[in-house]
C-alpha cells in the first residue's frame, strides 16, 4: 500500500481545500491518508467525507510547531533553539488536541502580521498592500497565514527568484523576517499526542538547517523524549542523508513514518505519494495504528 501520512490543507499552508487534497492523493495511488494541517484540526472532517468517497482510509493527524533546545556543540554554537515539527497520528481525542491548539492557532495570525511588518520595512511595500495580498493567499483566515504565502506572494511580487529563495534570505529561522511562533516544548507536544491516544513522529528531521551531528542530536532526543517514530527523508534528499537518518532510527528504536509534505502549488515540488521506501527492518508507524489491531 502507499502510505501518505504529512500532506497540507488550505486550513493551513497548502494551496488546495482538504477534500481536494484527497481527490487528488487518490489519483496518485495513495491508499492511507494523514492531512498534517499546522496546529489545526479543522480540515479532517471533510476530508474524511471525501475519503470515504474514494475507498481511502483517512488518519487523523496534525502537526504541531514545538520548540526544543538542542545541545551539544562548541563555543557560540554550544546550544541552538529551533522550532521543531511533531506530527501527530491516530489520536482519538481530537475536543482536547483543539483545545490545546487553539493557542497556538491565535498566536500563527499575530505572527504572520508580524513578519509581513519586517517584509513591509525591509523592501519598503506599504504594510496593508503587502498584508492583503498574503490573506488572499491564506483563503482570508489569518489564522491560516503560513510562511509558504508569504514566499508566494514576495514570489509573485517579483522579490525573489523562487518561494524557496524568499525562505533563503527572508524567512527561515534567524532571517531578517522571521518571527517565533508560540509554541508547546517538544516533550509537550509529545505528551499532548499520547494523551490524545496518538502517536508522535518527528517531521522531516533534515530539514531544520541542523548539521548531520545535530540531526542525529535530535533524533535522539526526541526518542529520549518518548517519541514513536521518525519520518525517513525525501528520495530526492542524498543517499548518505538517508542512511544517516537510518542508523539514528535504529540505534534508538523509533519506527519510521512516511510523509510527501504536500503543500500544493506554492511547493510544487512536493508531490502526493511521493514517499521513500522502508529497509526491510523498519516498523511503519501505522503496524500500531488502531485501523490496523
Known amino acids: 500500500m502507499k502510505i501518505d501520512l504529512h500532506c497540507h490543507s488550505t486550513c493551513s499552508d497548502g494551496t488546495f481545500a482538504p477534500a481536494e487534497v484527497v481527490r487528488r492523493a487518490h489519483v496518485a495511488g495513495v491508499d492511507v491518508l494523514a492531512l498534517t494541517d499546522h496546529d489545526t484540526l479543522a480540515g479532517i472532517d471533510?476530508?474524511?467525507?471525501?475519503?470515504?468517497?474514494?475507498?481511502?482510509?483517512?488518519?487523523?493527524?496534525?502537526?504541531?510547531?514545538?520548540?526544543?533546545?538542542?545541545?551539544?556543540?562548541?563555543?557560540?554554537?554550544?546550544?541552538t533553539n529551533k522550532i521543531i515539527h511533531v506530527v501527530g497520528l491516530d489520536f482519538t481525542d481530537r475536543k482536547q488536541m483543539h483545545a490545546t491548539l487553539q493557542h497556538l492557532q491565535d498566536s500563527r495570525a499575530t505572527r504572520g502580521q508580524r513578519i509581513t511588518e519586517k517584509l513591509s520595512a525591509l523592501l519598503d511595500i506599504e504594510f496593508d498592500t503587502l498584508w492583503q495580498?498574503?490573506?488572499?493567499?491564506?483563503?482570508?483566515?489569518?489564522?491560516?497565514?503560513?510562511?509558504?504565502?508569504?514566499?508566494?506572494?514576495l514570489f509573485e511580487r517579483g522579490e525573489v527568484k523562487t518561494v524557496q529563495k524568499a525562505f533563503d534570505k527572508y524567512l527561515a529561522d534567524n532571517k531578517p523576517a522571521y518571527v517565533a511562533l508560540d509554541a508547546l516544548s517538544m516533550e509537550d507536544g509529545i505528551a499532548?499526542?499520547?494523551?490524545?491516544?496518538?502517536?508522535?513522529?518527528?517531521?522531516?528531521?533534515?530539514?531544520?538547517?541542523?548539521?548531520?551531528?545535530?540531526?542525529?542530536?535530535?533524533?535522539?532526543?526526541?526518542?529520549?523524549?518518548?517519541?514513536?517514530?521518525?519520518?525517513?527523508?525525501?528520495?530526492?534528499?542524498?543517499l548518505s542523508?538517508?542512511?544517516?537518518?537510518?542508523?539514528?532510527?535504529?540505534?534508538?528504536?523509533?519506527?519510521?513514518?512516511?510523509?510527501?509534505?504536500?503543500?500544493?502549488?506554492?511547493?510544487?515540488?512536493?508531490?502526493?505519494?511521493?514517499?521513500?521506501?522502508?529497509?526491510?527492518?523498519?516498523?511503519?508507524v501505522w503496524q500500531d495504528f488502531k485501523l490496523y489491531s
Open 46 to 79: 471533510e476530508a474524511r467525507t471525501a475519503a470515504k468517497t474514494y475507498d481511502m482510509q483517512l488518519i487523523n493527524g496534525v502537526e504541531i510547531s514545538c520548540k526544543h533546545t538542542l545541545s551539544g556543540g562548541y563555543g557560540k554554537n554550544k546550544s
Open 133 to 153: 495580498e498574503v490573506l488572499i493567499k491564506a483563503g482570508n483566515n489569518p489564522q491560516a497565514v503560513g510562511r509558504a504565502h508569504i514566499g508566494q506572494v
Open 192 to 238: 499532548l499526542i499520547h494523551a490524545c491516544g496518538g502517536k508522535a513522529v518527528l517531521a522531516h528531521p533534515t530539514r531544520y538547517q541542523l548539521s548531520a551531528t545535530r540531526v542525529r542530536k535530535l533524533i535522539e532526543e526526541f526518542a529520549a523524549l518518548g517519541g514513536d517514530a521518525c519520518e525517513l527523508p525525501a528520495d530526492s534528499e542524498p
Open 241 to 284: 542523508t538517508r542512511r544517516m537518518v537510518d542508523r539514528s532510527v535504529a540505534e534508538h528504536n523509533l519506527g519510521v513514518s512516511t510523509g510527501s509534505d504536500f503543500h500544493g502549488s506554492n511547493m510544487p515540488w512536493r508531490k502526493l505519494g511521493d514517499i521513500p521506501t522502508l529497509t526491510p527492518d523498519q516498523q511503519g
